[in-house]
């Protein structure tokens, strides 16, 4: 269980002095280790990355599970003492989904841990296609995302978006015509095996700052697991 001491995250609006988005500074906070989650606190950051090596054994057992469950998807809300048992059952409760099942409860502790949560909303998916391909934020205080296999997510810094193209804004143009951000280089990418967590826009205090990201695009036949943990 990861162990930090800053207080659980507030959700009610303050009184305040409202900053506007354009004058907010946020930056990505990254680290190889699970201890980097609790820097989500930090004010000035609206992602943190744990940059996590998935062991052998781990990737072995989602590609055998991708291999045969191409279309998986379930969603359901669990609670971090018993996670494990109801995973695994959707999973198949098989050898071959005990790893992976296992290493997804320990994130729904972690995750519940970090925010002092009695239980968290969880979303499993098996993809052949961008499940949210345009650039977008989450009416959400934090969401947790990791890709177990494929390409993860991309994402766009704070300081290079520009805000006023989101949603109706782009006026019906893809997101490389819309003026939303000026380069393709722009553009940022998670890594398969990364744990992140990602700063919506229900966080107190990062209101107009919610990271910019989206989906990536899937080469046809490739498949992506992707994992995500909301506050529920």
């Known amino acids: 269980m990861l162990s930090i001491e800053e207080p659980s995250i507030a959700l009610s ?17 990254a680290g190889d280790q699970a201890t980097v989650l609790s820097d989500i606190y930090q004010d000035h950051c609206n992602i943190v990355v744990w940059q996590r090596n998935l062991a ?18 379930t969603s359901m809300t669990l609670s971090p003492q018993d996670a494990f048992t109801p995973i695994h059952k959707a999973l198949g409760a098989s050898g071959l989904t005990a ?7 320990e994130l729904v ?35 947790l995302v990791t890709t177990y296999q494929g390409a993860a997510t991309e994402w766009l810094p704070h300081n290079r978006v520009n ?23 722009d553009i940022r ?25 989206r989906s990536p695009a899937l080469l046809s036949g490739e498949r992506r697991l992707l994992l995500t943990l909301d506050i529920s």
Not at 190 to 199: E, H, N
């Open 99 to 105: 790893v992976l099942s296992s290493n997804i409860a």
């Open 13 to 29: 609006a303050t009184n305040e002095q409202v900053i506007s988005p354009a004058d907010k500074t946020r930056r990505c906070i």
């Open 189 to 213: 990418q998670l890594s398969a095996g990364d744990v992140a967590l990602l700063k919506g826009e229900r966080w107190e205090g990062n209101e107009g700052a919610g990271l910019v990201h």
């Open 56 to 73: 052998k054994e781990l990737d072995q057992s989602v590609a055998k599970f991708l291999a045969s469950n191409s279309h998986f998807q």
């Open 109 to 143: 502790d972690m995750f519940c841990c970090l925010f002092d949560l009695g239980q968290a909303g969880l979303r499993l998916t098996a993809l052949d296609k961008a499940m949210c391909p345009r650039f977008h934020v989450d009416q959400v205080p934090c969401r």
């Open 163 to 185: 805000r006023c193209k989101l949603g109706h804004g782009s006026e019906g143009k893809p997101d490389h015509r819309s003026g939303l951000f000026a380069d393709a280089n």
